[in-house]
């Protein structure tokens, strides 16, 4: 499946991480472009009908919400998780997102 990045922030976002960071990130990724779908916990999660978590565990907590659009995965949102709960604000950011692509 092949992935896309929704938007420039998004970018920015994950160009701005620690470089160990970053390269959890990118192997991560390569596990969702492979099992797209089947990729499960501790990897990915599902969050409501149409969007999921991309989970990344280590010094930096990071999560990355997504959703399967076509035959693509849209990787909609990023951010440093703190708390143990998603912040509403970030999934609020990631709901507006997935709204505009089922437009």
Known sequence: ?????????????????????????LRTLDLLEVFGNNLGMPH??????????????????????????????ILLHGFMKKTPKIPPKELKIAAKKLESINE
Do not use: C, H, W
Request: glycine letters at 4%; a positive charge; zero cysteines.
């Open 44 to 73: 990915s999660k599902k969050i409501t009908g149409d969007l999921f978590e991309l989970r990344i565990r280590g010094r930096q907590e990071i999560r990355i919400l997504y959703t399967f659009y076509r035959s693509q995965i």
């Open 1 to 25: 499946m092949e992935i896309k990045v929704f938007d420039s922030p998004l970018e920015k976002f994950l160009i701005s991480l620690e470089k160990n960071t970053r390269a959890k990130v």
